[in-house]
């Protein structure tokens, strides 16, 4: 990489983390940790504006003549970013600023706990949190009159997410999980600390729940469809599958043909192995006894994989292994059954593999399998981890990225359990395989479901049938998937858009 193009990109990650503080602080710098942006002010929204138009000018300058392959193809990752964050400016995302699944709350709060990407330990940490707290509370402001102005343009989201939103902002104030134990404040600061974070963040939230309660509910509608029309969908389906021009036609289509299909091959599976096809009412009670059981069983799938899986397909190492942890109380209403947490840029704080422990009856024995290979190794840790190990430039990892192609990995990875188990007639390997099924059959599902909500104008209840008859889940997890599909319009898409096209690469 010449000088100029190193520098450019070193410009970019530098003044992106001054930017958005918060993701500095998430990824391990930090010298920003006692800021906090107000993102919804006019003021912030210019300062970024001219920021994505600064680095595309300067992206156009450069000449491209001596550069190798990899260098160009960086490039037309950082414009492909620029341009799409500099377009999002022309829709009201900023009139829709919380939900149930992107609560800026919630993610506050966990901020706060000190159990998260912040540290808690010494007086500087705690003045920084009270300094970013303050700064905070004019987010909160701030969104109570985005929401305001989206009331007055009809750009309001469902009644049914606002009202899951309210839900967990009630739950929060009776556990106030962004205090932490008096004993770890230090002395000096424990009147600052218990002001902000006790009595102001406190009433800060009761205001957003009163506003939430006696203003923008009324306001909304039972119509599941994304706020703002049919190209904001758009928009968002462009940004998440990054299909250039997407046909959703075309995409509801695909996913019932994918659903026909995955269906196909279930039946091939216990066929071949003569074995009866259980009904989704056995396979819904297939379910762990206890939480210990269930991370016991991820621990020994994990060892299968690593010892057994890994070595067969890769011939790369990576730094470290995963974390697995239970996702925080306050994060447990959140529709999310796991997730995981890349690393930070020093690999101080390493990968973890969260899940939701909230019921054990969401966890089914078949399904252990599939989620490791999707969160752990092979997919989302492995991924990441080896990208962040790489000698790339940090803002390909760190500066946002391309939801079709993690997620599309990740479930590109869980496929790899029909090509290992493919000979074996052990009973627990054929559940294994038909887990991988099932989570495939979800992410075609969601090509179904998200674009029969936000193009078709489908209801709850037509969604909710559709999953009940082709998945395996349980009430509370296809309610809770479709909430998420309402919320997070046109995320759901990029998985199986983005497996599809690894496995084509494949070929």
Not at 48 to 54: A, G, P, V
Not at 371 to 388: A, D, I, K, R
Not at 397 to 410: F, L, M, N, P, T
């Amino acid at each position: 990489m010449n000088a100029a193009l190193k520098k450019l990109f070193e410009d970019y990650f530098k003044e992106y983390m001054e930017l958005i503080p918060i993701m500095a602080t998430f990824i391990g710098i930090h010298k920003y940790n006692h800021l906090y942006p107000n993102y919804l002010s006019e003021q912030e929204i210019v300062k970024n504006k001219i920021f994505y138009k600064k680095y595309l000018n300067l992206i156009k300058k450069i000449n491209k003549l001596d550069l190798s392959k990899k260098d160009i193809h960086h490039i037309n990752v950082l414009k492909s970013r620029l341009e799409g964050d500099l377009e999002s400016y022309k829709y009201p995302f900023d009139l829709l600023p919380i939900d149930h699944f992107n609560n800026f709350i919630i993610d506050h709060i966990e901020t706060s706990s000190g159990k998260s990407f912040l540290p808690l330990k010494t007086n500087k940490d705690f003045k920084n949190l009270i300094s970013q707290t303050r700064s905070f509370f004019e987010v909160i402001d701030s969104s109570i009159c985005k929401m305001r102005e989206g009331i007055s343009k009809d750009i309001v989201f469902s009644k049914i997410i606002m009202k899951k939103t309210l839900k967990q902002l009630k739950n929060v104030i009776k556990t106030k999980n962004y205090l932490v134990s008096p004993s770890k404040i230090p002395n000096n600061l424990k009147d600052e600390y218990l002001e902000v974070m006790d009595i102001q963040f406190t009433l800060k939230i009761k205001k957003m729940i009163k506003f939430l309660e006696n203003e923008y509910i009324d306001n909304c509608s039972d119509d599941l469809r994304y706020p703002g029309g049919p190209e904001v969908y758009k928009y968002l389906v462009k940004n998440y599958t990054t299909l250039k021009n997407p046909n959703i036609p075309k995409i509801h289509k695909l996913g019932l043909d994918e659903v026909e299909r995955i269906n196909g091959e279930i039946d091939v599976l216990f066929l071949t192995n003569n074995m009866k096809r259980p009904t989704n009412n056995q396979l819904r009670k297939m379910t762990f006894k206890s939480k210990s059981n269930i991370i016991n069983d991820y621990e020994r799938v994990r060892k299968i994989i690593n010892e057994k899986i890994i070595p067969k397909y890769f011939n790369i190492k990576i730094s470290h292994d995963y974390l697995l942890k239970k996702v925080p109380e306050f994060k447990e209403d959140s529709d999310a059954g796991a997730y995981y947490r890349m690393c930070s840029i020093d690999n101080k704080r390493k990968g973890t593999f969260f899940l939701n422990m909230s019921d054990v009856e969401d966890h089914q024995t078949y399904s252990t399998l599939s989620l490791s290979l999707h969160e752990g190794n092979p997919g989302h840790h492995f991924q990441l981890t080896y990208v962040n190990d790489l000698d790339l430039p940090n803002f390909i990892s760190y500066c946002g990225d391309e939801i079709a192609y993690v997620e599309g990995w990740a479930l590109y990875a869980e496929s790899l359990a029909h090509d290992f188990f493919k000979d074996s007639k052990d009973e627990k390997d054929i559940m294994f395989r038909f887990g991988c099924y099932n989570y495939e059959m979800m992410r075609a599902c969601r090509l179904v479901v998200d674009t029969g909500i936000h193009y078709y104008g489908w209801d709850f209840k037509k969604c909710f049938d559709y999953m009940k008859q082709n998945t395996t889940f349980s009430k509370k997890e296809i309610e809770n998937e479709i909430y998420r599909y309402v919320a997070y319009a046109g995320q759901a898409l990029a998985y199986k858009i983005g497996e599809l096209k690894f496995k084509e690469l494949k070929e």
